[in-house]
Every structure is written in C-alpha cells, then in structure tokens.
C-alpha cells in the first residue's frame, strides 16, 4: 500500500496570508519577512535579527503548512561589534 499524497489545498492563499498576520502579530512581531507562493511551495525571504528568529519563525510556517514544503531565503543580521577600528584618512 502506497501513502497517496494529500489533497491539494484549495486555500493556500488564505493559508499563507493568514501565517504572515501570525508572524507579524506574534512574539517575534517580524515584518521584514516576505513570504511567497510557488505553486504549492512557500518561499520566506528578508532578514530577521537572529539564527534563533530564523528558526522560530520556520518551525511556526511548517507547522502552519504541514503538508507543503516551505523553503528559507533568510538571511541573519550581522549584530557583532567590528573586530578593529576604522582607519579614518
């Protein structure tokens, strides 16, 4: 017996857009992520502020859309202080 692949969701649109409310209401209160629909594929591009953002706000769009795949364009601020100083001319 083969696992047949779940029905296509005919509310993906309302899905996604719901997430993005989620994600700029919730804790993190993150605006700067896009988020974009390919097919039935979710692709989350911006910068958030941190590895821990990053992986929090994945874990809330794979659980939002468990049966599609959701792929990351997120990049990490660099927030690390300068390791030297700035050689003014």
């Known amino acids: 017996m083969t696992d047949a692949p779940p029905p296509p969701d005919t509310q993906l649109d309302y899905r996604v857009a719901h997430l993005a409310e989620r994600l700029a209401a919730g804790r993190l209160g993150e605006l700067g992520v896009r988020l974009e629909l390919r097919g039935d594929t979710?692709?989350?591009?911006?910068?958030?502020p941190s590895a821990a953002c990053r992986d929090e706000i994945l874990a809330t769009a794979r659980e939002e859309l468990p049966h599609h795949p959701v792929h990351s364009d997120l990049l990490v601020a660099g927030t690390s202080s300068p390791d030297h100083g700035e050689d003014l001319t």
């Open 42 to 48: 979710v692709l989350l591009t911006g910068t958030v």
